[in-house]
């Protein structure tokens, strides 16, 4: 009997992870493809005699997707706080699927002009405004189902769906490279993704519609207001600062060794669409592997020697990484170098995640989490690819994604050691004050 229990247990909290975790795929199966098919973008919507400065419009139209995400973290995360997991991601998972049809369905600049670049803008702002709260909102409802010192373990799995839909996208493009020609790819072929993730929203929805609310938000005796919410995280800035920068480490190299490396492959590289399709979907694959591993190892030893350990070896290594890839450019070198920043990535994200809900206050740990990621993403993910394409034109140095992969990881490490030492104080106060109460 309590063996049946237990599969039964294990099946509603794999049940549970795949439910929550599929809309989590489905947001970052399409903001990937944005990136993937960049330069096709560029040319349907921002056509420029100049290719540097066309590609770096579409990356700047990637980019301000991620200027929404603070503000669809303090609003949608602040709702999510006050009615639940499961309303709350569900909307997330709504205004998404507007924004993606927005995309697929907007015809070329030479189609309808200037109202081509803006509908595709409007179409990345309310993707940017959605995925705000979306993976906080994932990230804590995988927290709070977790079973007693698994915390790292289960919410890895909000990566891990990143991961799954980088692999399916990578498949996808990888398929249409040797099934169409360039021209065709070119002109049209790169639709067929998006349309894909178009057609799983309604499995999605179904998924989300029988979410269960977490037990912990449901024993909650008070939910903030709005403006309680605003007074709260206002309190608590430098934690949201501190775990901004945090994620800043994980936001940079993900979108680095992702997003961005079908670009930096074909454009800086030479190499075929094909080979730079092969090595993300490998990359994505080393993720899945790493980040429920880094969890793991989390949970066991603590968020912290993980967090320093891996924040060091990215300032160390990733310039130097780069620079043998610059120097020796193909498909072996460029798969080797990005399969150890993978390797870096996925352990540190996998104490990362659940190090940020544990900081987090927790009337405002959806908004505080979704906060302080959203941040990160803007400033440093989100407009990777940008900085990446403008650190090289100016620099003339095809490793120079690396400088700022490294600061990122800089800023990490600090934030790290701030926020453990905040903690330790913390905790001796605390301590010291039951010690006064006892006496």
Not at 28 to 34: H, K, S
Not at 67 to 73: D, Y
Not at 154 to 166: A, K, L, M
Not at 190 to 206: E, Q, T
């Amino acid at each position: 009997m309590p063996e049946a229990a237990t599969v039964s247990t294990f099946r509603a909290k794999a049940l549970a992870i795949l439910r929550v975790t599929s809309g989590n795929f489905l947001e970052q199966f399409d903001f990937f493809l944005f990136g993937f098919y960049a330069t096709y973008i560029a040319h349907a919507f921002f056509p420029s005699e100049n290719e540097f400065a066309s590609l770096m419009m579409t990356f700047a139209v990637f980019g301000a997707g991620f200027l929404m995400r603070p503000i669809g973290a303090v609003v949608l995360g602040a709702w999510i706080d006050k009615v639940g997991r499961r309303r709350g991601l569900i909307a997330t998972l709504s205004i998404m699927a507007l924004g993606t049809f927005m995309i697929v369905l907007v015809p070329d600049y030479s189609v309808i002009g200037l109202w081509a670049p803006a509908l595709v803008l409007i179409g990345r702002l309310l993707q940017g405004f959605s995925a705000g709260a979306e993976l906080g909102g994932v990230s804590v409802y995988l927290s709070e189902i977790a079973t007693p010192g698994k915390k790292g373990f289960y919410t890895s799995w909000q990566s891990g769906s990143q991961q799954v839909s980088i692999m399916v996208a990578a498949l996808l493009g990888f398929i249409l490279n040797q099934a169409m020609d360039e021209s065709a790819l070119r002109d049209w072929g790169w639709r067929i993704p998006f349309l894909v993730g178009c057609l799983i929203v309604p499995f999605i929805f179904m998924l989300r519609r029988h979410l269960a609310e977490t037990e912990d938000f449901e024993k909650r005796a008070r939910h903030l207001p709005f403006s309680e919410v605003l007074k709260t995280l206002g309190a608590n800035w430098r934690v949201v600062v501190a775990g901004m920068l945090m994620v800043a480490m994980t936001t940079t190299t993900f979108y680095l060794i992702t997003v961005y490396a079908p670009t930096f492959g074909k454009k800086v590289l030479l190499l075929s669409a094909s080979d730079s399709l092969l090595v993300t979907l490998l990359v994505a694959v080393s993720n899945f592997i790493w980040l429920p591993i880094g969890g793991m190892i989390s949970d066991r030893i603590g968020r912290k020697p993980v967090l320093v350990a891996m924040t060091l070896l990215g300032i160390l290594t990733t310039w130097p990484a780069l620079s043998l890839l610059a120097g020796a450019p193909g498909f072996g070198m460029m798969l080797g170098v990005l399969l150890w920043l993978s390797f870096i990535y996925g352990i540190y994200n996998g104490a990362m995640i659940p190090a940020l809900t544990e900081i987090m206050p927790v009337q405002v740990r959806v908004a505080g989490f979704s906060l302080a990621y959203s941040l990160a993403t803007a400033l440093f993910g989100g407009f990777t690819p940008a900085v990446s394409t403008a650190l090289i034109q100016y620099t003339g140095d095809k490793a120079a994604p690396g400088y700022w992969m490294s600061f990122a990881a800089t800023c990490a490490l600090l934030a790290t050691l701030y926020l453990y030492r905040r903690a330790s104080a913390n905790d001796w106060s605390s301590r010291a004050q039951m010690a006064k109460g006892k006496a």
